[in-house]
């Protein structure tokens, strides 16, 4: 039995790493979270381990890289096939139970938690099955219901949001007044991820506020051959006019100050009934958000806006109003909670030592910008793997069979020059290829990944079967 500590886990979709005021942000406004990175730390050097959804979730909930665990696109979801950090806290006799969007196969695979509150799994247990079809990627056309659905307005998206926060919240008072064993709560919100519509009172927040332009592009990687095909592939914004492009940035800004809000709640029950105390709270995003910087709009590609997360850690024992700048990552959330709740590790419970670190060690420790940290990408618009290495200044992006990308973010934060090609910065390349091969071996990862793909293509009846399919086509993922 734990030592009585809880840990509450929230995460928001979509969420841009720089989308708060506690990181500087000039116009969003976010006092919850405000509040919650002053209690404890934000690690302003956050990554996911996937730029997209599905693969994120899994690597978040298993501790494993996505090569390792082989969930390697949005419709090759987690099914209890590894273990999660719910399954090793209901070992330790703990409850773990979870509210909101899960994104695995389905709730009879036994992903951990038990309840699972207003489950949001991928669409049938298939999912996105059109990001399969990788060699070649063809078309996505639902890339201009982007542009299409903008401004103040109501989505499905916002109701569900509100029931997961009162799913969340009814639990949380109904174990104050029932007592019960140490838990773990995850709350998982769909907002501030696309269609960008805020509920208007929220929209109506940023009506006037004087927005920060989107970062312009003026580097020299967009004709990069394999970056250029999932640019081609999710071409949003050409959909997009300079009226659509103003109302989609301030309905991102309101979803952020609407999931905040909701988030106050979670916490205010928290609060009310007696766990504020004895809780580890961290809150997280699978991935980032592009919001129109160099004409790039959702995720799925290695750029800062895209690969970066918020990460924000308070609790027990954890120092207030710290800043960390070690790089930190999501496969380091399975030890976290393990550390935060004491919970032993169990001789044989996983294949191999997990990758990751707990961030209350890290947020104890002195900063070590030169940690590594890994992210990959096989998912749709992409015609090989990408592998993203951060280390100290420097960024590696190696797509594997086409020509790699190195940024010095030092020196040029907003990743203009691609400094891969240039003699000076040969010795960097290599120390940069050498630690990513460090951590997974690219090549034999891309060739599994594609093997895998064209295994569950013939599983959902092949290609051409997949591109027939009616209703899998979606920009964003149905609620139900």
Not at 10 to 23: H, K, Q
Not at 359 to 364: D, M, N, P
Not at 388 to 395: C, P, Q
Not at 436 to 462: K, M, S
Request: charged share 20%; hydrophobic share 40%.
């Amino acid at each position: 039995m734990a030592d009585g500590r809880n840990f509450l886990l929230i995460v928001a979709d979509e969420f841009a790493r720089n989308a708060l005021g506690c990181a500087g942000h000039p116009v969003v406004q976010t006092p919850n979270l405000d509040r919650l990175a002053a209690r404890g730390v934000r690690f302003s050097q956050a990554y996911t381990a996937s730029p997209i959804c599905v693969p994120a979730r899994a690597a978040m909930h298993t501790g494993r890289h996505v090569h390792d665990i082989r969930c390697w696109s949005s419709a090759q979801p987690y099914r209890g096939q590894h273990e999660s950090w719910a399954h090793r806290l209901r070992r330790h006799g703990m409850d773990a139970v979870s509210a909101g969007k899960l994104h695995f196969r389905r709730m009879q695979d036994g992903n951990g938690f038990a309840p699972e509150l207003r489950p949001m799994h991928v669409k049938d247990g298939i999912g996105w099955a059109p990001g399969l079809l990788r060699d070649p990627p063809g078309d996505y056309p639902a890339t201009a219901e982007l542009a299409a659905q903008v401004g103040a307005m109501d989505t499905g998206y916002h109701a569900y949001d509100r029931a997961v926060a009162d799913a969340a919240t009814e639990w949380l008072e109904a174990r104050a007044a029932s007592g019960g064993p140490p838990w773990a709560l995850f709350v998982s919100f769909v907002s501030p991820h696309y269609p960008l519509a805020a509920p208007e009172p929220w929209f109506e927040l940023y009506a006037d506020a004087d927005l920060p332009a989107p970062k312009p592009y003026a580097g020299n990687w967009r004709d990069h051959p394999a970056l250029a095909e999932t640019l081609r592939f999710f071409d949003y914004d050409r959909h997009f006019d300079a009226a659509s492009r103003d109302a989609a940035i301030r309905s991102y800004f309101g979803l952020v100050s609407f999931v905040d809000d909701l988030i106050g709640q979670v916490l205010a029950a928290l609060e009310t009934g007696g766990f504020a105390e004895e809780t580890t709270i961290l809150f997280t995003s699978d991935h980032g958000e592009m919001l129109g910087d160099f004409g790039l709009w959702t995720k799925q590609v290695m750029f800062e806006g895209s690969a970066g997360i918020p990460a924000l850690l308070a609790g027990p024992g954890i120092a207030p109003g710290q800043t960390v700048e070690t790089p930190v990552s999501l496969v380091d959330v399975f030890p976290t909670v393990l550390d935060a709740v004491d919970a032993p590790a169990f001789p044989g419970a996983a294949p191999g030592p997990l990758p990751g670190r707990s961030l209350l060690e890290i947020a104890a420790a002195p900063d070590d910008p030169a940690r590594p940290v890994l992210s990959e990408y096989h998912d749709g618009g992409s015609v090989t793997g990408a592998f993203m290495l951060r280390r100290g200044d420097w960024k590696l992006v190696h797509h594997e069979g086409f020509p790699p990308q190195l940024f010095n973010l030092s020196g040029d934060p907003d990743e203009q020059r691609d400094l891969a090609a240039e003699p000076a910065m040969a010795e960097i390349l290599a120390s940069m290829q050498t630690g990513l091969r460090e951590l997974v071996d690219p090549a034999t990862a891309n060739r599994q990944a594609f093997a895998d793909q064209r295994a569950r293509l013939e599983e959902l009846g092949g290609a051409d079967a997949v591109r027939a399919m009616k209703g899998y086509d979606f920009g964003y993922s149905p609620t139900g």
